[in-house]
């Protein structure tokens, strides 16, 4: 009896399996990765897509971050060479795991570039650092401590500001808001709309601030304004975190490049500076940043690091480069290397100067409409040209490309284009003034035909007279 059951189940259940079988190939294959939708390009994609199509052997490709030297080649500053491969020879370095906080002889040597290793605050014990794969890794793990382990819940972005920020905050769960920064109108720093705005923001806040080569603009504080802005964040107790990127490539000077950071610290404030080792290196394939945090008192010290230990342990993602934190240590540990390094820093900070005279001056000798005084006071390895998309896209046209917040590398920028790129930028800003110079509704006097633009002296005649 029961091997019949058993025989009628085994039958029964070799049914089933068959029209299971039948059911499912009458549906088609099982193709779960279908439902994942192609993402839309982005704008950086978009234009290198352009670029790379582009069949004029003149194109220029203004976008990027990569500094490359006049011959249009990844420049390998000298002091790193050497420094790879003093790494790659010293057998006292093997590859035991770091502590949560990443290279010790990294994290120090990135304070005491800011700070200077015989400042109070690095004396006191009170300063701790942080390794992070970049400066933007650096904002986002200080971001999460912020919102996290501090509860602010308020961000202050600069108006313009880096694209990336205003996701970093809001990610993070911060309410964003944003203070003056740049007057298109006149092309220079708007301090008295900056220091209206910190001067209404909440309590707490954080603000958030290029320490130099404000991105996009390129227009830093003068001394006194940082003093200003100094004062206001103290009033309105503000918690200040600096972004440091192009540290020692804005004056070709490391020191005066972070001054800003140091006033504050020195002042009293605590405070937190994201730090990047990618462009003042040439790391572009081995990133390394930092996050340097600064407490006024060093009682805190232990509990703050036990926070940050407690969140990378947590997130289990050590992202950052043993080996390119062993480069930067080395060289600004080793007299030599740092000396090397710093003419270096200067040489690659000359020729950006050059390439931003050289682009200035062109468009002044060509009487390019426009202003074009701000492009000289700006600072960094790049250039904020303050065009409008639509001279964007004729720039397009004339096979130069530049990105839509219309800021150029100008590590991209050498003796072989800057005339291409600065007659390029003369045709679409005279083709756009002859534009605006048309009227397409104004009947000439007596008939009803169309006709250009008067002078500016008819055309106040003709609003007296009702016209």
Known sequence: MSTTICALTQSLLQQRICMSTTRCS??????????????????????????????????????????????????????VR??????????????E????????????????????????????????????????DALCLAAQ???E????????????????????????????QSYQYYSEEKGELNIYGLVADLMTAPEGAVVVLDTCAHNPTGLDPTVDEWKLIAHIIRCKKLLPLFHLESHGLVSGDTVQDSWPVRYFVDSGFDLLCAQSFVKNFGLYNET????????????????VRGQFEDMLQRSREKSFSAFASRIVAKILNNASLRRDWSVSLQDVHQRMQQMRLALSNKLT??????????????????????LKPNHLRRL????????????????????????????????????????????????????????????????????????
């Open 97 to 136: 795991p770091y502590p949560p906080l990443g290279n010790p002889d990294f994290t120090r040597a990135a304070n005491e570039l800011v700070l200077n290793k015989a400042a109070p605050a690095m004396l006191q014990n009170r300063v701790l650092g942080i390794q992070t794969g970049s400066s933007i």
């Open 396 to 467: 397009r046209s004339k096979h130069v490309y530049v990105p839509e917040n219309g800021r150029i590398n100008l590590g991209a920028l050498c003796a072989a284009n800057v005339d291409v790129v600065a007659g390029a930028i003369h045709d679409v800003m005279l083709s756009a003034e002859s534009e605006t110079d048309k009227i397409f509704i104004l009947p000439a006097a007596g008939t009803g035909l169309l006709c250009q633009k008067p002078a500016k002296i008819e055309i106040v005649q003709a609003i007296h007279n009702g016209v």
């Open 149 to 176: 382990r501090m509860r602010c819940t308020v961000c202050m972005l600069a108006r313009p500001s880096c694209d990336q920020w205003v996701h970093i905050f809001k990610s993070a769960g911060f309410n964003c």
């Open 26 to 79: 009458s549906m088609g294959k099982f193709q779960p990765f279908t439902r994942v939708e192609r993402l839309k390009p982005s704008e950086e994609s978009n234009l290198q897509m352009a670029f790379d199509l582009d069949s004029d052997p003149k194109k220029v490709n203004l976008a990027g971050e990569i500094y490359r030297n006049s011959d249009g080649k990844l420049h390998i500053h000298n002091a």
């Open 365 to 386: 000798v060509l009487k390019t409409p426009g202003k074009w005084d701000h492009i000289k006071k700006q600072t960094g390895p790049h250039l904020y040209t303050n």
């Open 82 to 95: 050497r420094a790879e491969i003093g790494v790659a020879c010293d057998d006292s370095y093997t590859h």
């Open 145 to 147: 401590f912020l919102r």
């Open 288 to 303: 390394v940043g930092h996050l340097m945090v600064v407490l006024n008192n060093s009682i805190q010290l232990d509990v």
